[in-house]
């Protein structure tokens, strides 16, 4: 945790329940309810599992958030709470690496001391922040697996392995710890006792120590592991209601008259009321009379304009581009012509009976911010088309997963031996355009969803391959995974 975070966060929290003493008549208990969303930020593994592979972390995916809380308003700007909030996040893959997930939910309970912005009327921004607890339930999944005896190590769980012996490393513990968090909201009165109140916290959480098992999987033999979830914090967005019981607010107490200034009355020149002449702004200085000139210029009325210079020919020769000049040596040279580039035709979207062709129109494509997050053959920026035919066929002769997918590609693309028929020469280079949607990914391991692309140039390059049956497919490069585009 940042030290001097949680020592700013502590004084501030001082100093708002220092304040909190002075209260009026107007104070009371009050109970507070709120549910929205929310996400963890992206967070570090380290230990018997861990994220450093690409030194990318993991990265949450928002989800739904709930809090609680009772506490005192004691009726001077202050109020003093006790607060619970849970939130639950998906991190997906660690590191981007396959057969890895990772999994979290924290439960805070916090002491939060509030100042209230009571002179909008029935708007009632405020400003809080609170120390207490937080627990943290994590789940961390990474394992090898063998395939045609070739044993695929995963890097997320680190270690020496016996030949042709996989591992798998499981983690799902829970931890505890003191955290603090930073609040701003906006309450709405809707009556005298209930206010609307909707507001955003930021949550800075300890980190976590959990502790696990690391497993043979033919010999089923384990070992402890331990791994520590660091740099944990969250940002939520909820909203809901508070209801203050007891008597309501009394009115405020109406402000006595304050007598009216004296008048000025001192005229100055410009016609301004002043209370001497000493204040009286300085007199500018007197305007010039000016007349305008035939050329445009601007000279005192006095002098004269400069003598109008005589008529020129009127230019009598027309020029390719319709400009008429005085000798077709002054007419502009012939530009260039304009190469035009034919724009590649994409599939036409709607059903198929092939399920990777078949595109749901009765529903609405997700734009992608970006590509990378769920990797089908990783990134293949910087190779030829020739490399990425070559890595595909590696990946054909070490994986069944990869080669019965690649087999189905090809029979679907007509080609009736699968990727036996797959060629180097069918694979070219192509920027799919701005705006491009269609099916992108394979199976739920990679998010196979109905998408539209980001609109950044590198996250829209991509092999093309030729198919037999008149059918476009793409691979994206920056993740390798499969794209039907289609418009």
């Given at each position: 945790m940042n030290k001097l975070a949680l020592c700013s966060a502590a004084s501030a929290l001082s100093l708002l329940m220092s304040g909190a003493a002075f209260a009026d008549d107007n104070d009371g208990w009050y109970l507070r309810g709120n549910a929205g969303y929310g996400v963890h930020t992206d967070a570090d593994i380290t230990g018997g599992i861990t994220s450093q592979v690409h030194d990318d972390g993991i990265q949450s995916e928002g989800n739904g958030a709930a809090s609680l809380g009772i506490g005192y308003d004691f009726g001077d700007n202050w109020r003093l709470e006790l607060d619970g909030d849970t939130l639950w996040t998906d991190f997906g893959s660690i590191s981007q690496v396959p057969s890895s997930f990772a999994k979290l939910r924290t439960d805070t309970v916090m002491l939060n001391a509030y100042y209230d912005f009571d002179n909008l009327g029935k708007l009632e921004p405020y400003v809080g922040a609170g120390l207490g607890l937080v627990r943290g339930d994590a789940s961390l999944v990474a394992h090898d697996f063998i395939n045609n005896r070739l044993l695929n190590r995963t890097p997320v769980c680190p270690g020496d392995r016996v030949a042709q012996q996989g591992v798998s490393c499981d983690v799902s513990d829970t931890d505890s710890g003191f955290g603090w968090q930073l609040i701003?909201?906006?309450?709405?009165?809707?009556?005298?006792?209930?206010?609307?109140?909707?507001?955003?916290?930021?949550?800075?959480?300890?980190?976590?120590?959990?502790?696990?098992?690391?497993?043979?999987s033919v010999t089923q033999a384990s070992t402890p592991i331990e791994a520590t979830l660091s740099d944990v914090a969250a940002h939520t967005v909820m909203t809901g209601l508070r209801y203050r019981f007891g008597n309501s607010y009394e009115a405020?107490?109406?402000?006595?008259?304050?007598?009216?200034?004296?008048?000025?009355?001192?005229?100055?020149?410009?016609?301004?009321?002043?209370?001497?002449?000493g204040q009286c702004p300085a007199e500018p200085a007197p305007v010039v009379q000016t007349q305008t000139c035939w050329d445009g210029s601007n000279i005192p009325v006095a002098s004269t304009c400069p003598a109008r210079p005589a008529p020129q020919p009127s230019p009598q020769v027309a020029c390719w581009d319709g400009s008429l000049v005085s000798d077709s040596a002054f007419c502009p040279a012939t530009p260039e012509p304009v190469a035009v580039v034919q724009q590649t035709n994409l599939n036409v979207c709607g059903s198929s009976p092939v399920a990777i062709f078949d595109?749901?129109?009765?529903?609405?494509?997700?734009?992608?911010?970006?590509l990378g997050t769920m990797p089908?053959?990783?990134?293949?920026?910087?190779?030829?088309?020739?490399?990425?035919?070559?890595?595909?066929?590696?990946?054909?002769r070490t994986s069944a997963v990869d080669k019965a997918y690649l087999n189905y590609l090809f029979k679907s693309m007509g080609y009736a031996n699968g990727w036996a028929d797959a060629q180097p020469y069918m694979f070219s280079e192509e920027v799919l355009p701005v705006g491009t949607s269609g099916l992108l990914g394979l199976g739920k391991q990679h998010h196979y969803k109905y998408s539209i692309l980001p609109a950044n140039d590198r996250d829209r390059q991509a092999f093309r391959i030729q198919s037999a049956n008149g059918s476009v497919v793409h691979f994206m490069k920056t993740c390798g995974n499969y794209m039907y585009a289609c418009e």
């Open positions: 701003a909201g906006l309450g709405y009165a809707l009556s005298d006792n209930l206010t609307w109140d909707t507001h955003y916290t930021y949550m800075n959480a300890p980190d976590f120590d959990f502790e696990g098992a690391r497993t043979n405020p107490k109406a402000i006595a008259p304050v007598a009216p200034p004296p008048k000025p009355t001192y005229a100055c020149w410009d016609g301004s009321m002043v209370f001497n002449s595109v749901p129109l009765n529903t609405t494509p997700k734009q992608m911010s970006r089908e053959f990783g990134d293949s920026h910087g190779l030829t088309p020739t490399e990425f035919y070559e890595k595909l066929d590696g990946r054909f």
